[in-house]
């Protein structure tokens, strides 16, 4: 058996990777396998591979909480290749020991609904809530870069909601960037895809109050502003029946307001 390592200091979130050769002078080609010294297994986030030709590959990608500090946490691994005829002769490496240094792990997000990508049409409403966590101590920040008009992200530290509610102009794709970082300037970034479809389009509506009964004093009048506008945000053309009465007028500005003026005199008194 060789091995293609002797030993090595790495730290949390690194990855590790060697070959081991296994060969049998009777010219079978053994089995291969792998385990922690005093154990039958592996530590978690080690596999082994036997390829089956005789060559097989370990990884090690410790997660962030695999590590020491300041003492490293010791890894002694061995490998053993058994015999392809009689599987009780085989043959065990000495341990090769791998160090796992702690260090500070980046703040990890999770999705309610995933990172997306995500598909709504204007006038619909996309809303998740995401946490934030940091195994280490604290998170610092947590916030969105590109936030669309229409959307906010609010809550906690650790908790937050998004929600976007797109007008009937936003058709369009949105990319907005979900950072948080810790007190000690490590940082998770994840973009998430938005596209908003058009809604086609939408009716005007009256932004103005219009109550269904106005009092006008005769010999006095009024002149009422009228406002609209379109939530596609195109023009507005505002009119009233062609006939209205005696001693009243309507100017539409083409503006989206217009002017309903009404001077009565004593002769008409009435609805």
């Known amino acids: 058996i060789t091995v293609d390592f002797n030993g090595a ?50 990884t090690f990608k410790p997660s962030y909480t695999q590590g020491g500090s300041p003492t490293p946490v010791f890894y002694n691994v061995r490998f053993r290749v058994i015999d392809a005829v009689d599987p009780t002769l085989y043959r065990t490496s000495n341990n090769r020991t791998i160090q796992v240094v702690n260090v500070n792990a980046p703040p990890e997000m999770t999705f309610q609904l995933g990172t997306g990508p995500f598909t709504i049409s204007e006038g619909a ?51 907005p960037m979900f950072v948080a970082r810790d007190n000690l300037g490590k940082a998770d970034t994840v973009v998430i895809n938005v596209t908003v479809t058009d809604a086609g389009n939408q009716p005007p509506v009256f932004v103005s109050p219009l109550p269904d009964t106005t009092d006008i004093f005769l010999s006095v009048g ?10 596609d945000g195109i023009g507005v053309a505002i009119s009233t029946p062609s006939t209205l009465p005696l001693n009243s007028s309507f100017i539409d500005s083409g503006n989206g307001s217009a002017v309903f003026s009404f001077y009565p005199d004593l002769t008409q008194s009435g609805s």
């Open 125 to 175: 409403t996309l809303g998740f809530d995401v946490t934030c966590i940091d195994i280490d101590g604290t998170v610092a920040s947590f916030d969105v870069v590109n936030l669309p008009t229409n959307a906010t992200f609010s809550g906690t530290i650790n908790f937050k909601t998004f929600v976007f509610t797109p007008d009937f102009t936003q058709a369009g794709v949105y990319n």
């Open 222 to 231: 009024a002149d009422i502003l009228i406002r609209a506008t379109d939530p």
């Open 9 to 58: 200091t790495i730290n949390e979130g690194d990855s590790l990777s060697f070959l081991v050769y296994g060969t049998d002078p009777d010219s079978t080609i053994p089995s291969i396998i792998a385990f922690l010294d005093g154990t039958d297994t592996l530590a978690t986030n080690m596999t082994f591979v036997d390829s089956g030709n005789g060559v097989g590959l370990f």
